[in-house]
């Protein structure tokens, strides 16, 4: 469940095995998606948003 | 595809027959329709090790009808690719669905005590070579139409090969090939009701397919093409019986597999998008933030193109 934070942010935890960061990490590469796993998995889910919903 | 070398073999099969052939990495073998249509199925083992054979299960990973420019491919862990499609006319679709017909399926089917049917075929030419009965594996069924409905029910569409359509299949490696004339023609769409004769050659390597063997072997070779030195059971069993190895410890993959938890933040329009993501209604927020993130990398991350002898070619 999702904890709310200030001005409606919420923070969610999430567990990605070390197989799915294996994948992940690779993204660092690309420097698009910042250096942080937390700011990886956001940027990702980000463009899958744009992906999917096209916002 | 350039030249072949000259042919070595050539034979025609009378309903139903079908012989072991012995190919060397860059011959090929031609099968060609002498009548307006006959199934052919076909077995292939690495020659040097006849546990290494063609895996119809793997070969359809990559496709259900597999046709010119795709490759048949060898049974994992193993892997590779044993025979390359040079060759295959649009009037020869192909099917790996429907495994082998066998004497069981008549008998159950029509009440036949015996009749024609390819794994007993396959045992027949195999046994040349002292393989038996249980090394017939399923087939990459040649010119052969099938399909399934969305109960999952099997179907066989009439055979669409004509007199003179020919497949070209170069082996990749050396292989003990067994093209063999289906034995269900006579009572299904497999061969129009009427089995019909096919001829059966091999032409020796030439220098242009031999290099395309090896550059394509070489395109495709991956640090997971397994040999026998590194399974960890490499025996091959003497007696029929299932033995319990009371020592035995198993060694799973990446066990005990790990995870790392992370903390994201997300603001609320983002919460909102998450939310109208949901991929299963008992999906907890962290479930649908991974599942999104995970098939974004699939879609965008993985090799989804696939290398086609036609365009490794090139």
């Not at chain 2, 001829?199 to 090896?214: G, I, L, N, P, Y």
């Amino acid at each position: 469940m999702a904890k709310a934070t200030r001005k409606g942010r919420r923070k969610i935890k999430v567990a990605f095995t070390q197989q799915q960061w294996e994948l992940l990490e690779r993204l660092k590469a690309e420097k698009r998606w910042g250096g942080k796993r937390e700011e990886i998995v956001v940027g990702v889910f980000r463009d899958y948003v744009k992906q999917e919903l096209g916002e | 595809m350039s030249k072949y070398g000259k042919r070595r073999l050539k034979i025609v099969f009378q309903p139903v027959e079908g012989k072991a052939v012995p190919m060397r990495a860059g011959e090929v073998l031609r099968i060609t329709q002498l009548g307006n249509g006959q199934c052919v199925d076909f077995n292939c083992f690495n020659l040097h090790d006849y546990k290494e054979m063609l895996s119809v299960g793997f070969t359809r990973m990559h496709s259900f009808r597999p046709k010119q420019g795709d490759f048949l491919w060898s049974n994992p862990p193993r892997n590779n690719p044993m025979m390359a499609i040079l060759e295959m006319p649009p009037t020869c679709l192909t099917d790996t669905l429907h495994a082998r017909c066998n004497a069981y399926l008549f008998e159950d089917y029509y009440g036949f005590p015996l009749h024609t049917n390819c794994q007993d075929t396959f045992a027949a030419a195999i046994g040349e070579y002292r393989l038996t009965p249980d090394d017939v594996h399923d087939s990459f069924n040649i010119w052969m139409d099938t399909g399934w409905d969305d109960q999952g029910t099997t179907y066989i569409r009439r055979i669409s090969g004509r007199k003179g359509d020919f497949v070209d299949m170069m082996a990749m490696m050396d292989v003990l090939a067994v093209p063999i004339l289906c034995g269900s023609g006579d009572v299904q769409p497999t061969a129009a009701f009427f089995p019909k004769p096919v001829q059966v050659e091999v032409f020796e390597s030439s220098a242009a397919t031999r290099r395309k063997a090896a550059e394509w072997n070489a395109r495709l070779k991956l640090s997971n093409n397994r040999t026998v030195e590194q399974f960890a059971v490499k025996e091959i069993l003497a007696t029929r019986e299932l033995k319990r190895d009371p020592d035995y410890k198993p060694n799973f993959v990446n066990y005990p597999l790990q995870s790392t938890t992370v903390e994201v933040e997300l603001s609320e329009r983002e919460y909102g998008q998450l939310q109208r993501l949901r991929f299963a209604d008992y999906q907890g927020d962290d479930e649908i933030f991974r599942e999104a993130v995970m098939r974004w990398v699939f879609r965008n991350r993985t090799r989804r193109g696939k290398l086609k002898a036609s365009s490794a070619s090139k």
